[in-house]
């Protein structure tokens, strides 16, 4: 009853074809189809954000959605958007401020934060708080984080050519 | 965690999904945002032999005002309605309650026909329908219909859409220069499930009296419904401390339950301090428009 599904995708900026069971999850595609395991799976649920990727530029979670519904999309993980150095301030940041610990969480936040600052150029200190509260982390009380992005948030403001050139 | 095997559809317009559901019915369910339905059929919760999935249907999202109606097509994402320019200045009350909704990662992909559908007691969208009388356009493939919301939504989780119709389009009256609105609720976290919230619509007359109202709890047992008790104490008179202080003390007496998020208690009290607040808001906005 459930026939496999063909899927054409731009992954990280890279054409892939196959074919596709239509209840693998988006996360397992990733992780055990294309051995992108830096989308980490957490809740498989929706409500704790690891599994945050980029699906036509805005972020999503891959565990809510189906690698069958990919065909004609465009996906972003953190391993291409690591490599394309859009996000290189914020992982410093994050690295500087130990916005870190055991690092489970750290892939989804790096994405949200990424979409957030995009979404929300000049954001204050509660706008952030907000916006990263759509994921969790079990080890930083979060507040390392928040100084992290609001680091960035500014910097960014303070040289709007880097926004321009995206 | 993984879903049961389903076998996946995905129509590129509304006819070809009102056709598949003609001939799956209740063994067929809509896939559109799959911010709700996707972690039931994770926990197994739900199981469908047939997914007919609609986001390949361009022709369901937009964003139009058409002779002071608003019309939402089924397919809108949250994050669209957020960042509208024409739901801010024709639904304001629609655009402040999207603040409320969920986290960005689920406003990217949630739909508002979706909300609808899905019925849960919590959601905000219920809430502000009712508040500002929106309706939705139910078809199937031989009818078509245009029903109230408060006629649509029936309950918890519970509607009026037969096996075989979708919401294809949302309608909201547009705001016109004489009414105020508010929203407020309470959540644990921003972006989580709302305990309680409150939607409020206020129509004033030419003399600053409330010609109308509504006043709408969200969180309650059956879902988003109207505090008549509270709107009669405003409606006749204007926003004196005196009427904002008969409608809270009647909101503190709605029938609310108790679960594991808060008391029934906690609930009614919501309810009461929440309605204050958009009062007041209310207030401080009739005063910035000069109406």
């Not at chain 2, 709107?231 to 008179?237: D, F, R, T």
């Not at chain 2, 009427?243 to 029938?255: F, G, H, L, S, T």
């Not at chain 2, 919501?270 to 000069?290: D, F, H, M, P, Y």
């Amino acid at each position: 009853m459930s026939g496999e599904i063909k899927i054409a995708v731009t992954v990280n900026g890279r054409q892939v074809d196959a074919t596709v069971s239509p209840r693998l999850l988006l996360s397992d595609f990733l992780r055990d189809s294309l051995r992108l395991t830096a989308t980490h799976v957490g809740c498989e649920h929706g409500v704790c954000g690891a599994c945050t990727i980029l699906f036509d530029g805005q972020a999503a979670r891959s565990c809510l959605l189906f690698a069958a519904q990919l065909d004609g999309h465009n996906i972003w993980t953190l391993e291409g958007l690591s490599a394309s150095g859009d996000i290189a301030d914020l992982q410093d940041a994050f690295s500087r401020h130990h916005a870190l610990q055991c690092g489970y969480c750290t892939p989804g936040m790096l994405i949200v934060a990424h979409d957030f600052l995009k979404a929300h150029p000049s954001p204050t200190a509660a706008d952030i708080q907000q916006g990263m509260s759509a994921n969790l982390c079990r080890c930083t009380g979060y507040w390392h984080i928040l100084d992290a992005v609001k680091e960035v948030a500014e910097r960014r403001g303070r040289s709007p050519s880097v926004e321009d050139s995206e | 965690m993984k879903p049961a095997p389903f076998e996946y559809l995905s129509p590129k317009t509304t006819e070809a999904a009102l056709d598949l559901l003609a001939t799956h019915g209740s063994d067929a369910r809509i896939l559109a945002g799959g911010q709700s339905l996707v972690p039931l059929l994770n926990f197994r919760m739900a199981r469908f032999k047939y997914l007919v999935d609609i986001n390949g249907i361009a022709e369901l999202d937009y964003i139009k005002l058409d002779n002071d109606m608003l019309r939402i097509g089924a397919l809108t994402r949250y994050r669209t309605i957020e960042t509208s320019a024409v739901v801010a200045h024709a639904a304001p009350l629609l655009a402040e309650a999207t603040q409320h909704v969920a986290h960005l990662p689920i406003r990217t992909r949630g739909t508002i026909a979706g909300s609808l559908a899905h019925a849960d007691p919590a959601g905000e969208y219920a809430a502000v329908m009712l508040a500002l009388d929106g309706s939705v356009v139910v078809k199937s493939k031989s009818d078509h219909r245009t029903t109230q919301i408060g006629e649509f939504i029936q309950g918890m989780f519970t509607t009026d859409l037969n096996p075989d119709e979708m919401i294809v389009e949302v309608l909201v009256p547009q705001a016109r220069g004489n009414q105020v609105f508010g929203f407020e609720e309470f959540a644990r976290r921003p972006g989580d499930l709302a305990v309680v919230g409150i939607a409020l619509r206020i129509d004033f007359d030419s003399y600053d009296g409330i010609e109308d109202a509504r006043i709408v709890a969200l969180g309650g047992s059956n879902g988003a419904s109207r505090i008549a008790a509270s709107e009669v104490e405003i409606k006749g008179h204007g926003l004196t401390v005196d009427q904002i202080e008969r409608a809270c003390r009647a909101a503190a007496e709605v029938d609310m339950h108790s679960d594991i998020h808060a008391t029934a208690e906690l609930r009614r009290h919501l309810c009461s301090a929440l309605l204050k607040r958009v009062l007041l808001k209310a207030q401080r906005r009739e005063r910035e428009a000069g109406t």
